[in-house]
T-cell receptor, first 112, second 114 residues
Framework: GENVEQHPSTLSVQEGDSAVIKCTYS??????FPWYKQELGKGPQLIID?????GEKKDQRIAVTLNKTAKHFSLHITETQPEDSAVYFC???????????FGKGITLSVRP | GAGVSQTPSNKVTEKGKYVELRCDPI?????LYWYRQSLGQGPEFLIY????????DSGLPNDRFFAVRPEGSVSTLKIQRTERGDSAVYLC????????????FGSGTRLTVV
């Protein structure tokens, strides 16, 4: 089955700096890669996603890049703010209505 | 409702007892998923419903776990003979059918087995 790994497990950045979080996956059939943000006591919230026919997607301060050959994808957050502090999960699946396989998560801390 | 609602938000039960966890998906969402999240881990898939039927229950850890969705809306996750290892946050998510892959998660039920 699919195996998704995230590195590093924690990341601390200064407010205003950029943060990059990387994920690798094992199943070459995976074609959908979402990123979720989870705040304490809440469920994961989808922040951006990318499909395998696209190499990059941007949404304001957030972007995701995908390298299918290397089987890795990354979340890029620019101009970080304290409210970006949370746990971020990457995930992968084979498409509509199939289960997501999540990474273990990374705790991002943005220092004011 | 506006989002996915899960009740109760917290449940403490004694080892060996039976528990039911409820999920109300977003109105009109036909796909419903249950995940389990242990401390410091990502969510792990348990079961997926498309309408009333379980399309994939491969993530249920053993036969103590069972889930239903009799009318294609509300779902109940049932755990028999609870064990301390069942302690986790149980998350429910829903999505619209046919390719809308962005789940909306509820806030979860924190289950503690003592």
């Amino acid at each position: 089955g699919e195996n998704v790994e995230q590195h590093p497990s924690t990341l601390s950045v200064q407010e205003g700096d950029s943060a990059v979080i990387k994920c690798t996956y094992s199943d070459s059939a995976s074609n959908y890669f979402p990123w979720y943000k989870q705040e304490l006591g809440k469920g994961p919230q989808l922040i951006i996603d990318i499909r395998s026919n696209v190499g990059e997607k941007k949404d304001q301060r957030i972007a995701v890049t995908l390298n299918k050959t290397a089987k890795h994808f990354s979340l890029h957050i620019t101009e970080t703010q304290p409210e970006d502090s949370a746990v971020y999960f990457c995930a992968a699946n084979r498409g509509a209505n199939s289960k997501l396989t999540f990474g273990k998560g990374i705790t991002l801390s943005v220092r004011p | 409702g506006a989002g996915v609602s899960q009740t109760p938000s917290n449940k403490v039960t004694e080892k060996g007892k039976y528990v039911e966890l409820r999920c109300d998906p977003i109105s009109g969402h036909t796909a419903l998923y249950w995940y389990r999240q242990s401390l410091g881990q990502g969510p792990e898939f348990l079961i997926y419903f498309q309408g009333t039927g379980a399309a994939d229950d491969s993530g249920l850890p053993n036969d103590r776990f069972f889930a239903v969705r009799p009318e294609g809306s509300v779902s109940t996750l049932k755990i028999q003979r609870t064990e301390r290892g069942d302690s986790a946050v149980y998350l429910c998510a829903s999505s619209s059918s046919q390719g809308a892959l962005g789940y909306t998660f509820g806030s979860g039920t924190r289950l503690t087995v003592v």
